[in-house]
């Protein structure tokens, strides 16, 4: 029965449309979406016979179910299929080709379970009125076993759909359209991260809209230090497709086994995985840092930690203390670490960026904004870790055996180990402050009293005593301080 496409489709904006989908394409839109839709999400699938709407509908489905899909068959003489999701989502299937009146939907049970469900309606016009806040998916067919796909519904709602249509897209010329996409933990950047699950494997996708292939984007310097890395036999993800103008990226999946995991299930693993670390670190530092990465040098990182001054002290009720901590830090710099040849850092290099692969070599994540400091920061990234406890004996082991690797004077490159960790902590603690008051992300408050723990444990060295006068007046965040930044979430403007 061909009619006129859904009219509320009609009246709403048109977000993204595709001219010419295969069968593969359709259905790999199907997955992309079905990794973003959450419950109260309604999908119009509307379209003539033959337009393709429960091949849609079926691989969608499939997606939201894992590793254990069931038989989705077309809902024409049942009306309604209900299924549950690997999450326990409720998916409701509904073909309303045969419905006769619309009180019957009623009966159904589907409009109350578009509240708490994703809900995906075909022949959709049997309903009176359409439901709204709806994303209408029209599918017409065009020549060659082709059909036009065309994506209708409040921008605000659905702003993220032309995105996963361009992804959708881009796993299709990629050959990873048949995929499940799913998404994995982000960080606090605006990139995203999903894993490809396939019948060829794993794959990880990388989409970072802000990139969009501009020269010094994050994705520009990823691929820089991906291709400097891999080329000296550190094993950073191979790439495997790229869009740099879009800002999408397919990669070697390394697995799940981050060293924060692994250290989590064993911690007596800790010693050898660390003394491991710091033989990474010792070979990176063997090779002199690309040119292509910027300078952590004493003003630098005095600038960086202007950040803690700008937001911490005043939230915690102490405003104006502190405010010699930038000095203080570019004057110990010279004094202590402006002799020492830059070393690479990786910057970001932590145990939740860190990829136990056994006896092969660690796999390295997150890499983009690499700098060239002093070689004692990559070390207090890692041992100094935001996120969890290195004990004291763990840390010491790791300095000495890097240090014995690479011949430092030791007392020189403890004293830089403890001001760059310092600087490097004072700087976090303003970005967990920002992030609160202005992003209202309260996370990472919880990470705040191990990090200045750390602060402390890093003014107590001697060299450091003018660092810690400059400190004297600031209050480490305590549990009301941290609940009073936590009662502020997302004032700041």
């Not at 403890?418 to 209202?440: E, S």
């Amino acid at each position: 029965m061909d009619r006129a496409p859904l009219v509320t489709a009609c009246m709403s904006d048109i977000l993204s449309v595709i001219d010419s989908a295969d069968e593969a394409l359709t259905a790999g839109l199907a997955r992309a979406l079905a990794a973003v839709l959450a419950p109260g999400d309604t999908l119009l699938l509307d379209g003539p016979v033959g337009a393709g709407k429960t091949h849609f509908a079926r691989a969608l489905i499939r997606a939201r179910q894992g590793d254990a899909p069931e038989d989705v068959p077309s809902p024409t003489f049942t009306l309604v299929q209900s299924y549950l999701d690997a999450r326990g989502v409720e998916i409701w299937h509904a073909d309303l080709y045969r419905l006769t009146d619309p009180s019957e939907l009623v009966e159904l049970g589907l409009e109350d379970a578009m509240d708490h469900a994703i809900t995906l309606i075909e022949w959709p016009d049997r309903m009176t009125p359409p439901p709204p806040g709806a994303l209408t998916v029209t599918l017409a067919a065009t020549a060659d076993d082709r059909r036009r796909i065309t994506l209708s519904g409040d921008p605000a709602r659905w702003a993220h759909v032309p995105r996963m249509v361009q992804i959708a897209q881009f796993l299709h010329g990629a050959g990873w359209a048949g995929a499940r996409v799913e998404p994995l933990a982000g960080d606090a950047s605006s990139r995203r991260y999903f894993r490809l699950i396939g019948d060829s494997g794993t794959a990880v996708l990388m989409d970072d809209p802000t990139s969009s292939g501009q020269p010094g984007s994050d994705m520009a310097r990823y691929l820089a230090m991906t291709r400097w890395l891999r080329a000296r036999g550190f094993h950073a993800p191979e790439i495997l497709a790229l869009s740099e103008p879009e800002g999408l990226l397919l990669a070697e999946d390394l697995g799940d086994d981050l060293i924060a995991r692994v250290l989590d299930r064993d911690p007596q693993a800790a010693a050898p995985i660390y003394d491991r670390i710091a033989d990474l670190v010792a070979e990176l530092h063997r090779h002199p840092p690309p040119g292509f990465v910027p300078p952590l040098d004493g003003p630098a990182l005095a600038q960086q930690s202007e950040l803690f001054a700008a937001w911490y002290p005043a939230a915690a009720g102490r405003p104006g203390a502190g405010a010699g901590v930038a000095a203080t830090i570019a004057a110990l710099h010279a004094q202590l670490c402006a002799d020492a040849s830059p070393a690479l850092s990786l910057r970001d290099f932590h145990a939740e960026n860190l990829v136990w692969r056994g006896e092969a070599p660690i796999g390295l994540l997150d890499f983009q904004d690499a700098v060239a400091v002093h070689p004692a920061y990559e070390l207090a990234s890692v041992l100094q870790d935001a996120r969890r406890d290195v004990a004291p004996e763990i840390e010491e082991r790791a300095l000495s055996r890097y240090i014995a690797a690479t011949g430092q004077d030791e007392a020189r490159f403890r004293a830089a180990y403890a001001l760059l960790g310092a600087a490097r902590n004072l700087r976090i603690i303003g970005i967990f402050t920002r992030l609160c008051l202005r992003d209202g992300k309260t996370r990472y408050l919880d990470f705040m009293p191990r990090v200045w723990d750390a602060i402390a444990r890093d003014i107590a060295h001697p060299a450091l005593a003018p660092l810690s006068a400059a400190l004297r007046d600031v209050p480490p965040p305590s549990p009301d301080i941290i609940a009073a930044l936590r009662a502020r979430a997302g004032d700041v403007r």
